[in-house]
């Protein structure tokens, strides 16, 4: 059963987080274990740090697909329980209940296979080309569309129908020429970060039609697509038509690359 308990202690959770990555240092990272409980650090942290942590809860169930009444029934609590942390009708968890929750996400995953875990070690375990992903970030509190746009000044081609001010966690900034030519599709996945829920910003574009088009063809499909280098009206209508048929938000911005993502990372 979830109790509830005293608030976050944020001292001890960067103690915990930071003695986890000093032990996996000396261990080595190679076994499965190692990865599950990186992977457990990781969420478990954000979600504790977070301003928002309900938010970032739901974020994490939602990257696992698991369904609220599943996990309530893992943890043998009522469903209400966790929509009432996620929705912050409940005071912010503290460290043991946001414990328990991670853990059953990923045993839940385990038993169904370890596909998300597995997912995720790549981003654990590998480094990203320089060349390719200029610069790759997670957001602890999530961002609107909104803000997003009128932080990189951004003209918003397409919005999600039911969900116009869309959250974002998080957002990779990526060559989009060298992404569709020298990243095999595999690796695509690995741009998402940590999180689908995310701004994709393609840079070096010419019309827009080639990253909606690699959009369409992948599984995983972002939470919004920002053109960088491209005015609205020059968008490829091919372009803003996979963008309404994929129900993606569409942007497009002509704010320079460095200070885009000076901004983006000061947020």
């Not at 240092?25 to 409980?37: A, E, H, L």
């Not at 939602?62 to 929509?83: E, G, R, W, Y």
């Not at 296979?113 to 509190?141: C, P």
């Not at 957002?171 to 030519?181: F, G, H, M, N, Q």
Request: proline share 4%; net charge negative; with cysteine.
């Amino acid at each position: 059963m979830l109790t509830t308990s005293s608030n976050d202690d944020v001292v001890f959770v960067r103690f915990i987080l930071c003695a986890g990555k000093l032990v996996h240092y000396m261990q080595g990272d190679n076994t499965d274990s190692d990865i599950k409980n990186r992977l457990a650090e990781k969420m478990a942290g954000e979600i504790t740090l977070s301003n928002k942590p309900g938010d970032v809860m739901k974020k994490w169930r939602l990257n696992f697909d698991v369904a609220q009444s599943d996990l309530s029934t893992f943890l043998d609590v009522s469903p209400s329980v966790i929509s009432d942390y996620e929705s912050g009708r409940r005071k912010s968890p503290g460290t043991v209940i946001v414990s328990k929750i991670v853990n059953a996400l990923l045993d839940i995953d385990e038993q169904r296979g370890s596909k998300k875990i597995r997912a995720y070690e790549n981003m654990i375990s590998e480094s990203y080309d320089k060349k390719i992903v200029f610069d790759i970030h997670e957001y602890t509190s999530p961002m609107p569309v909104t803000e997003l746009a009128d932080l990189i000044e951004a003209e918003i081609i397409h919005t999600r129908k039911s969900e116009y001010d869309k959250q974002l966690y998080g957002y990779t900034v990526v060559d989009s020429l060298k992404a569709i030519l020298e990243l095999p599709s595999y690796e695509f996945q690995r741009l998402y970060g940590w999180s689908t829920e995310r701004a994709m910003i393609f840079t070096r574009v010419s019309t827009g039609r080639s990253p909606l088009v690699a959009i369409r063809v992948t599984s995983l499909k972002p939470g919004a697509i920002v053109l960088h280098g491209l005015k609205g009206k020059d968008v490829d209508p091919i372009a803003r038509k996979i963008a309404e048929v994929e129900n993606i938000h569409l942007l497009s911005t002509m704010m320079p690359v460095e200070s885009m993502i000076e901004i983006l990372q000061s947020r």
